[in-house]
């Protein structure tokens, strides 16, 4: 089985910073990119930001130049530094990891971390 696991989330007020870890852990092969999404109450799942096997970044345009995403491959471990953060950011925040097992791609969803954001 594969797990991943979200932690890092939390109350923060407006202009502050939070750091976001996912760790995927179980069986597999190789990851082949993580993404970080966030679900606000009421509104769909959105893309917040995401990061290929090479390193590539890809980022909401809400979120560049505030946000960073990164991954540690030894520790099948990805980051998401959140800084300059606004209330209307609360959310619950979701890692993704597309990982490679028994020949296959697979996607998993991690059970999220609630970030809010005060006035």
């Known amino acids: 089985q594969v797990q991943v696991v979200e932690s890092g989330g939390g109350l923060v007020q407006s202009g502050g910073s939070l750091r976001l870890s996912c760790v995927v852990s179980g069986s597999i092969e190789s990851i082949d990119g993580m993404g970080w999404y966030r679900q606000a109450p009421g509104k769909q799942r959105e893309l917040v930001a995401s990061?290929?096997?090479?390193?590539?970044?890809n980022y909401a345009d809400s979120v560049k130049g505030r946000f960073t995403i990164s991954r540690d491959s030894a520790k099948n471990a990805g980051y998401l530094q959140m800084s300059s953060l606004e209330p209307e950011e609360t959310a619950v925040y979701y890692c993704n990891a597309v990982v490679r097992r028994s020949g296959a791609t697979w996607s998993y969803w991690g059970q999220g971390t609630q970030v809010t954001v005060s006035s």
């Open positions: 990061i290929t096997s090479g390193g590539k970044t």
